[in-house]
């Protein structure tokens, strides 16, 4: 995806269009592409996330793998908003059916909503994966569009998956020690080869003062840890990245209010107990 990243250095954007209190108009267009799982990349991919289910899908594999359609759909010139500097701010996936990872997978990406935020405009990206006519998969990435605009109304964020939990039985179930290379190691797996989690100088253009892990790797590792400690099926995921998690850096996957059906998990600091991702996770 590196072509695409170099055709987002030249992308011309009107940011008056985002500035103005109308959300701005998104393209209708649905790019698809027909996805046959590599067993060589799928392997690299549990590998690096730490997935001992290799014989299942991991949740969030195929929405890594959509990321290229993602970022046509940015592309497209129809698109109001910029690719570089958007900030992924939230996941959410639903598994509809069991996934044979053997059988091609159509998969459909298009923009399917944009809300006022109080720091400009959250757009999202819906993935739709169709495996023998049927819709086994779907997941929607919520990308921040930072625009100084005042007038944009705040709202306060939404996870529609969220259920009530007072933050009794607090488990720590894992630790995830994350090195200075993570960034280009998931890069070059994931092909997002964004300069703001490769290396300290290319961070540094975009106003971070180290790189930062990717959130589709921290929330991933995550998942593989849940999956190491109980043996349930994962069925729904929603998610909001709440802060950036600098390199190098060790963070605690710690588990809330577990039932038969819902747990909540959050991935936090050490060092601050400051959450950098939260999640309800439905089996």
Not at 66 to 86: E, H, R, T, V, W
Not at 100 to 117: A, M, N, Q, T, Y
Not at 241 to 270: H, M, Y
């Amino acid at each position: 995806m590196l072509r695409e990243y170099a055709k987002a250095l030249t992308k011309r954007v009107d940011t008056r269009a985002l500035m103005q209190f109308k959300p701005p108009t998104l393209p209708s267009r649905i790019y698809t592409k027909t996805l046959c799982i590599d067993n060589a990349h799928y392997g690299k991919y549990c590998e690096e996330v730490k997935w001992g289910r290799v014989d299942t899908l991991h949740p969030l594999y195929l929405q890594m793998l959509s990321l290229p359609l993602q970022m046509q759909c940015l592309l497209d010139k129809k698109s109001p908003f910029p690719l570089l500097g958007l900030i992924h701010a939230a996941n959410n996936i639903i598994i509809h059916d069991d996934i044979d990872i053997s059988e091609p997978l159509e998969c459909r990406v298009k923009f399917s909503d944009v809300r006022p935020h109080s720091k400009g405009w959250d757009v999202d990206i819906e993935l739709i994966a169709l495996q023998g006519g049927s819709c086994v998969y779907t997941a929607v990435s919520t990308y921040l569009v930072k625009v100084k605009a005042v007038h944009v109304a705040p709202r306060a964020p939404v996870v529609s998956n969220e259920f009530v939990c007072d933050g009794s039985d607090s488990t720590l179930i894992d630790t995830l020690s994350i090195t200075s290379d993570t960034g280009r190691k998931y890069a070059k797996i994931s092909g997002d080869y964004n300069p703001i989690h490769l290396y300290g100088l290319t961070a540094k253009l975009f106003g971070f003062k180290r790189p930062i892990a990717h959130g589709m790797w921290t929330l991933a590792n995550a998942v593989s840890s849940l999956a190491n400690a109980t043996d349930k099926s994962f069925y729904r995921i929603d998610c909001r990245f709440k802060r950036p998690v600098f390199l190098p850096a060790n963070v605690d996957v710690i588990t809330e209010c577990f039932t038969e059906e819902n747990v909540k998990l959050s991935i936090v600091g050490q060092k601050s107990k400051e959450p950098h991702v939260e999640c309800s996770i439905s089996f």
